[in-house]
């Protein structure tokens, strides 16, 4: 077993990219890899073929490396459920909901997981390609660390050490980092990585050669900033707030406190013509053809948000008016009459919803994780464009939810109107469900237009092929092959 290991200066630097361009090159030159997080901390997940949750980054690099995403490749998955607490799953499985003190006087009883989980990839690939989370030196939080530095002298496994210089400040990120490492820390580090130059990558040879002096480590490459469409880790995402030019089709998301799963819409943004924005504000509204409402991690706390800024008003007020309205997983939640939390799931208590759709949402402590795949069952309104086209994706949510309206799909859903919701993950990533929705946006605005179904998964086969060559061109491969062997 080989093992190599990615750690940033801070979050949002590149790693997870970085590690899925890994595992798709060792996967290009022959070898068997799979990726590693010990902890990830995101409110994007994904269901494994055998109902087991992890972090969507995980999928995407397991997707890079040709095999299936398993538990074993995220043991632990914090998802934020407050701005102190998370719930925590570990082997795929919910543990309980955890305040950030708990957690960190309890992390270190997941060691035993976290080394079992390592060791069983370890004897089925040949190369493990380890991400670390945010940065190594947060100085308060070290002390115990499973997931960056105290990981990687657990496992005895060299580490690269990445740098984003798009954001500034890349020789204070990258040499003030090793400082404030302890020198068995230090070294442990084999290898400097600039990521997400902008501009012509020659005009950096000084900047090389200073890293590599004041270091005394090599620099391994320029990584070019990179335009692609694949999935991003979490709420750090630019895409949700940045204020795009409204298209031919204007999708409008709400962006709620704790979204989750955004990247369920980013299949849409690859249509021609069609752009996909957050609003957070009712103002940002507008009149936008199709309105989303997503994934939560906490459906009450998003709902009572919702009443307090008065985008229940806009959204309901639009949905009057004849604008489709969707709604996943929370967002479905949120669509109904009422959401109750008697056993203190969440929150607590019950909240009025929407009032969309004529369902009712009660929550208890255990959670449905699953793949699922049928048909669309609409028979009227806006989304009956989508009846009888099958789909995929997979289930991930608290509650069951209880409907006295039409079926949306042949598992469950709601529809009414021009307003519908589900409960499924990745529902508009087959191209005959997005192609579907598109081709009849156009149509409610009186234009023609020659849809390309787009499936995502097809898709990101392409980018990770991009993202694979401009990672190669731009790494030293051969001497990340040989820091492998050398080992620490």
Known sequence: MRAIMIQGTMSNVGKSLLTAALCRIFR????????????????????????????????????????????????????????IGSQVIVNGIVRGNMRAAEYFRRKKELIPDIQHAFRTLSAQYDII????????????????????????????????????????????????????????????????IVNQFRGDVSLFQDGISILEQKSGLPVLGVVPHIRHNLEDEDSLSGRLSQNHTRGIIDIAVIRLP??????DFDVFSQYQGVSVRYADKPEQLGNPDLVIIPGTKSTIADMHWMKQTGMDRAVTALARRGFPVFGICGGYQILGAEIADPEHTECGGVTQGLGLLPCRTVF??????????????????????????????YEVHMGRTESVGAQFTDHGGCISGNVAGCYIHGFFDCAAVSERVIQALYDAKGLQYTVRGIDRSSERQRQLDLLAETVRNSLDIPKIYQIMEDGV
Not at 130 to 143: F, T
């Open 28 to 83: 290009q030159d022959g070898f068997s890899a799979a990726p590693f997080k010990s902890q990830n901390m995101a409110l994007n997940s994904f269901i494994t073929p055998d109902g087991l949750e992890i972090g969507r980054a995980q999928a995407l690099q397991a997707e890079a490396a040709g095999i299936a995403p398993s538990a074993l490749m995220n043991p632990i998955l914090l998802k934020p459920t407050t701005d």
């Open 129 to 192: 390609v380890i991400e670390g989370a945010g940065s190594p030196v947060e100085l308060n939080l070290k002390k115990d660390d499973i997931v960056n530095m105290g990981l990687a002298g657990m496992l005895r496994v060299p580490v690269l050490l990445t740098g984003d210089i798009d954001r500034g400040g890349v020789f204070a990120q990258l040499l003030g980092t090793l400082d404030l490492l302890e020198p068995d820390e230090r070294a442990l580090v084999r290898g400097l």
């Open 258 to 263: 704790k979204i989750s799963n955004f990247t």
């Open 364 to 393: 208890s402590p255990v959670k449905h994780q699953a793949q699922s795949n049928g048909k669309i069952t609409a028979k009227s309104g806006f989304f009956s464009c989508l009846d009888g086209a099958e789909y995929s994706g």
